[in-house]
């Protein structure tokens, strides 16, 4: 069977790159239905902090401080009711107020002036009991209406993405296939490795089944490389998600029309940023549009789908505490 690369007598990436890339949180999908509200409503409804302060942070670090983690559950530390965020942008405490998906992200950061997303600031909140992530998002966003006099909404846009579609009709490349039983797929205890990657099986596919996960990748130098064994191609347009827009400039999309599961394993050499210290990835080492084509079988074709994306309607400097 066609291993998933052809460099099988070069070394390992060094475990920095791996774990960065494992690190890479798996966001929402991007819907075209909207259910912004949802979480909100379970969560209670509107509510507000009994007293909060925001101030302008002049340290000028970039060192961000909060007294629980920004994660997307609503299970967060009891901090007896005590919010506390420094040094964050506005465009951050958006992010979270909101728990904006990939596509709305992108939108968001377009809209805001440039201010929102330079200049940082320090909140400090105080609810009675002890509120939940979503709680206290819905007391940041009364907040932000207050003091920023910020008015947000959400509405259904036509956004340019990228549709994967299959290069030749119907033709898979040598690292997608459908998914296959055998070998068996193997648990979490035994598949994969800290922190998070997927370990592999001789043929070069993941050995757990289910979902899309970093891997790790067999050239030297900064490479990404993803794969999964049981899933959806979706499943990959959506894990590769900021990745996917830093290179292409897009979101990714299935559009091959596949309804069965699949597995899949992706290697590819991101850009490396100007100025950096980063040595780059062999010349020979694709992109991550080479990549699609080249292993997956996929290439990229532009379109504009309708999204749920965040509107701006009104936003202002800080008014005083």
Not at 148 to 161: G, H, S
Request: proline share 10%.
């Amino acid at each position: 069977m066609t291993h998933r690369f052809a460099y099988r007598s070069r070394l390992l990436v060094t475990a920095m790159i791996v774990g960065i890339l494992a690190c890479l949180p798996e966001l929402p999908r991007a819907s075209a239905q909207s259910d912004s509200t949802d979480w909100e409503k379970a969560a209670g409804g509107k509510m507000s902090f009994d007293v909060a302060s925001v101030k302008r942070n002049t340290s000028g670090n970039n060192s961000v401080n909060r007294n629980f983690p920004w994660t997307t559950t609503t299970d967060v530390p009891q901090t007896g009711g005590l919010f506390i965020a420094t040094n964050v942008t506005l465009y951050g405490y958006i992010s979270f107020a909101y728990k904006p998906n990939l596509v709305q992200q992108t939108t968001l950061a377009g809209m805001l002036p440039k201010w929102a997303q330079t200049e940082r600031f320090d909140i400090e909140g105080r609810a009675n009991g002890n509120p939940t992530g979503d709680q206290y998002r819905l007391m940041v966003q009364s907040l932000l209406a207050d003091r920023f006099k910020l008015a947000i909404r959400f509405e259904t846009r036509d956004v340019p993405v990228f549709a994967l579609v299959f290069a030749k009709p119907g033709k898979f490349g040598p690292h997608l296939r459908l998914h296959v039983d055998s070998p068996p797929c193997a648990d979490s205890s035994t598949g994969i490795v800290p922190p998070g990657v997927l370990l592999t099986e001789p043929d070069g596919f993941p050995q757990v089944c289910g979902r899309v996960a970093p891997m790790k990748p067999e050239v030297p130098g900064p490479i990404a490389a993803y794969g999964g064994r049981n899933v959806l191609l979706a499943d990959l347009c959506n894990r590769l998600g900021y990745l996917a827009i830093s290179e292409l400039g897009r979101p990714l999309i299935d559009g091959t029309g596949l309804t069965g599961k699949v597995d899949i394993s992706i290697e590819w050499a991101p850009p490396v940023p100007p100025n950096s210290n980063i040595i780059p990835a062999p010349q020979d080492e694709p992109g991550l549009a080479g990549a699609l084509k080249e292993q997956l079988g996929l290439k990229l074709e532009s379109m504009k789908t309708p999204l749920e994306s965040i509107v701006i309607d009104h936003i202002e400097e800080p008014s005083p505490n």
